[in-house]
C-alpha cells in the first residue's frame, strides 16, 4: 500500500514540473533588426475584435508576416491576472521586445539599415526574453492566463506588450487563473506522501 501512494505522490509530482517545459505555444519576439525598415515595421494603429493594436509587418518571416501588437493592462504588475483568448492559440503568442542591442535595457527598437532606422511603434523596453522572468503562462484551449509575479532585485518593464499572428486575439479580460499552478501539484504529492509515511509508521507500532 505504501508503495502504490508513494508512486503515486512521485507521478503528481513529476506532472506539477510539465507546465514549465510545456511553452512551444508561446515564444518572444523582438522589433529590432528584423530587416530594413521598408521590410519591417510598424502600421498605424487598429482595432480587432474590440482590442485596439498595432500590426507589425516583416517580409522575411515565411510564417507570421504580420502580427498584431496589443498593450497587457498597467495594473497586470499589480497582480492582476489577465485571460488572452485567442481564435487558435496553436498559431502562437508572447511577448513583443524592443530589443535593440545598442541599448542595456533594449528601448527603442531600430532597423537593420546600414545607417539604423528607428523604429516607431509599441514593444517591451527589454532585450529579448527578459520579461519572461515576470510572468507565469497557463495554457488551457484557446486560452492564456499570464500572472505577473516579481523577481527579486529585478525591475520589469513598466509595459508589456506581447504579439500574436493578425487578427487572431479575440479578447483580453481581466480574471482569475483556471488551471493550477505547479505548486498545487507538488504540495498534493508531499501531502499524500507525509500521509503514507504517518500511516506507515502508525502500522508498524501497532
Not at 511553452?23 to 523582438?30: Q, R
Not at 502600421?43 to 501588437?69: K, M, Q, Y
Request: glycine share 8%; with cysteine.
Amino acid at each position: 500500500m505504501f508503495n502504490r501512494i508513494a508512486l503515486i505522490a512521485c507521478t503528481l509530482a513529476l506532472f506539477s514540473a510539465a507546465p514549465a517545459f510545456a511553452n512551444s505555444v508561446h515564444a518572444d519576439k523582438g522589433a529590432s533588426q528584423q530587416g530594413l525598415a521598408s521590410d519591417a515595421n510598424f502600421d498605424s494603429p487598429t482595432t480587432v475584435n474590440s482590442v485596439p493594436v498595432t500590426p507589425f509587418f516583416n517580409v522575411n518571416d515565411p510564417i507570421n508576416p504580420l502580427i498584431d501588437i496589443f498593450g497587457i493592462p498597467s495594473n497586470f504588475e499589480s497582480g492582476t491576472p489577465y485571460v488572452l483568448t485567442f481564435s487558435n492559440i496553436n498559431n502562437g503568442y508572447g511577448i513583443f521586445d524592443c530589443n535593440n542591442p545598442d541599448s542595456p535595457t533594449g528601448t527603442d527598437a531600430i532597423s537593420a539599415d546600414s545607417t539604423p532606422v528607428a523604429l516607431v511603434g509599441p514593444c517591451t523596453a527589454e532585450p529579448l526574453g527578459s520579461g519572461d522572468q515576470f510572468i507565469t503562462f497557463n495554457e488551457s484551449g484557446n486560452t492564456s492566463t499570464i500572472t505577473f509575479h516579481p523577481v527579486s532585485g529585478q525591475t520589469p518593464p513598466s509595459t508589456f506588450y506581447f504579439w500574436t499572428p493578425a487578427s487572431n486575439l479575440l479578447s483580453i479580460t481581466a480574471g482569475t487563473s483556471t488551471m493550477p499552478e505547479p505548486g498545487v501539484y507538488l504540495m498534493l504529492g508531499a501531502g499524500l506522501l507525509a500521509i503514507a509515511l504517518l500511516r506507515r509508521r502508525t502500522a508498524n507500532a501497532q
